[in-house]
T-cell receptor, first 114, second 112 residues
């Protein structure tokens, strides 16, 4: 069975600085999808970024980028130029192709300090 | 329109009540999901509907009863709940291919 591990329960970053959230996963599959979701306090969960395992190129979305290391089964999220609005719970998630089941990590709470 | 809506936003119910949660999306997604989320925890999958048919039931107690009347609507019927069922209930939808999910804002349920 697949597992997703987020080893940092909480992290802090100064406004305008860069922070990296870690995520590792375990799977025997060669094809899968990885996601980072953001859930601000009392607000809706939204997709931050998506990575297909067959793509070698790391996904980027504006200030958000990932470091996808397939062999190491690592999928970290880098947030550049951190903003107060980035404060949220961040969940890493794994999904096998052909299934509707997501496997979520336990989350990392990110605090952004002014 | 990339929105999933959920009603009500908040719900307080007694253990003998019957209530329903409603979820709606108009993105043409053919998969819809119910999750339960406790504070500071990840969402726990409860049910998945694919093409209006129940495809995943994660051994959820029968006091939770899902219904998918059409491709845009998803309901969760609640009956005889326990205080430990108090949580945020999230609805999500996705395309049939396993890409990203879009989440609704959730219903905050309190069982007294």
């Amino acid at each position: 069975a697949q597992t997703v591990t987020q080893s940092q329960p909480e992290m802090s970053v100064q406004e305008a600085e860069t922070v990296t959230l870690s995520c590792t996963y375990d799977t025997s599959e060669s094809d899968y999808y990885l996601f980072w979701y953001k859930q601000p306090p009392s607000r809706q969960m939204i997709l931050v970024i998506r990575q297909e395992a067959y793509k070698q190129q790391n996904a980027t979305e504006n200030r958000f980028s990932v470091n996808f290391q397939k062999a190491a089964k690592s999928f970290s999220l880098k947030i550049s130029d951190s903003q107060l609005g980035d404060a949220a719970m961040y969940f890493c998630a794994y999904r096998s192709p052909g299934t509707y089941k997501y496997i979520f990590g336990t989350g990392t709470r990110l605090k952004v300090l002014a | 329109d990339t929105e999933v809506t959920q009603t009500p936003k908040h719900l307080v119910m007694g253990m003998t009540n019957k209530k329903s949660l409603k979820c709606e999306q108009h993105m043409g997604h053919r998969a819809m999901y119910w999750y339960k989320q406790k504070a500071k925890k990840p969402p726990e999958l409860m049910f998945v509907y694919s093409y209006e048919k129940l495809s995943i039931n994660e051994s959820v107690p029968s006091r939770f009863s899902p219904e998918c009347p059409n491709s845009s609507l998803l309901n969760l019927h609640l009956h005889a709940l326990q205080p430990e069922d108090s949580a945020l209930y999230l609805c999500a939808s996705s395309q049939a291919q396993p890409y990203e999910q879009y989440f609704g804002p959730g219903t905050r349920l309190t069982v007294t």
